[in-house]
């Protein structure tokens, strides 16, 4: 069973800039699709970005368009999120999510991701 597992998540400032990691732990990982989702407290998950395993098509919420990248290695089976011009509502919850099944098409919605990381938490302050 492949379990995603994040990391680089953590307290900055304002400004700044953190990058998150998501590798899968178990067999050998061939996605359609990998994304970032992230949650608020009070609120719904929401995406962030998504990227297609084979032909690198990157698709973005517009609330980070320009200000985060979302990067995969195939030869480490990594995907990141290069966060940069952080701000105090970025705050969340980050999560990665990944589709196996059903082909690379975009989709921001929760329930077309069949593999789940646990989160890391990213704080951004004021």
């Known amino acids: 069973q492949v379990q995603l597992v994040e990391s680089g998540g953590g307290l900055v400032q304002a400004g700044g800039s953190l990058r998150l990691t998501c590798a899968p732990s178990?067999?050998?990982?061939?996605?359609?699709?990998v994304a970032w989702f992230r949650r608020n407290p009070g609120k719904e998950r929401e995406f962030v970005a998504s990227?297609?395993?084979?032909?690198?098509?990157?698709y973005y919420a517009d609330s980070v368009k320009g200000r985060f990248t979302i990067s995969r290695d195939n030869a480490k089976n990594t995907v990141y999120l290069q966060m940069n011009s952080l701000k105090p509502e970025d705050t969340a919850v980050y999560y990665c999510?990944?589709?196996?099944?059903?082909?690379?098409?975009?989709?921001?919605?929760?329930?077309?991701?069949?593999?789940w990381g646990q989160g890391t938490q990213v704080t951004v302050s004021s």
């Open positions: 990227i297609t395993w084979t032909s690198s098509n990157t």
């Open positions: 999510a990944a589709r196996t099944v059903g082909g690379s098409y975009y989709s921001k919605e929760e329930n077309r991701y069949n593999y």
């Open positions: 178990g067999r050998t990982f061939n996605p359609y699709v």
